[in-house]
């Protein structure tokens, strides 16, 4: 799952680079007729905004952490069993 980097958004140099690249995207689209022109640009609409972000704020990073339960407790916990007995 993609997560973007929304912390970005409060600095002025990335507000800007997104404006500009999504005006950019935008200035092509011209008058739509049919259903069918309507259906497709909505996709296409979509499909901008979100390349738009990921050029301008990038993805968020899910830090990892390390597992709580590791080797070592599963190790010390055997040890514990075996001295109980």
């Known amino acids: 799952m ?3 980097n929304h912390w ?3 600095e002025l140099e990335v507000r800007k680079q997104y404006q500009i690249k999504i005006s950019k995207r935008f200035c092509s689209f011209g008058e739509l007729n049919d259903s069918k022109d ?3 640009a909505r996709k296409n609409i979509k499909q901008n905004i979100i390349t738009s972000i990921k050029d301008s704020q990038g ?6 952490h390390k597992p709580g339960f590791d080797e070592e407790c599963l190790r010390l916990l055997h040890q514990r069993e075996e001295a109980k007995m």
Request: net charge positive.
């Open 38 to 40: 309507l259906n497709r």
């Open 59 to 64: 993805l968020y990073e899910i830090k990892r």
């Open 8 to 10: 970005k958004q409060s």
């Open 2 to 4: 993609e997560r973007f």
